[in-house]
């Protein structure tokens, strides 16, 4: 399956956002798994940064076969939002 990793970023590095995920990474690939990276690097200026992240995400979220939703998911704006995303359109979940 193709999966999207879902997890709270609001004030993180990007370094510290792919640290977060290392294992997770491992274990789903592992299994067989393709993870869609969903770490971006850069964004266009004059646009609203957090929204344009979002925007990007759910545009590969519509490319997986499911999401994993990390802890600390349902605290996150953006991530509330994805897990609505993935509910209505009968995505496999996992939480951890």
Not at 25 to 42: N, P, S
Not at 56 to 77: C, H, Y
Request: hydrophobic residues 40%; neutral net charge.
């Amino acid at each position: 399956m193709k999966i999207m990793i879902s997890q709270p970023m609001r004030g993180k590095t990007n370094e510290q956002i792919k640290q977060e995920r290392e294992t997770v990474v491992k274990q789903l690939e592992a299994e067989g798994h393709v993870v869609i990276d969903t770490v971006f690097d850069t964004v266009p200026k004059g646009v609203n940064e957090a929204i344009y992240y979002l925007s990007k995400s759910i545009e590969l979220l519509g490319q997986a076969d499911g999401v994993v939703f990390m802890p600390g998911w349902n605290t996150a704006r953006g991530c509330i939002i994805e897990h609505q995303v993935a509910t209505s359109y009968n995505k496999f979940i996992k939480y951890l």
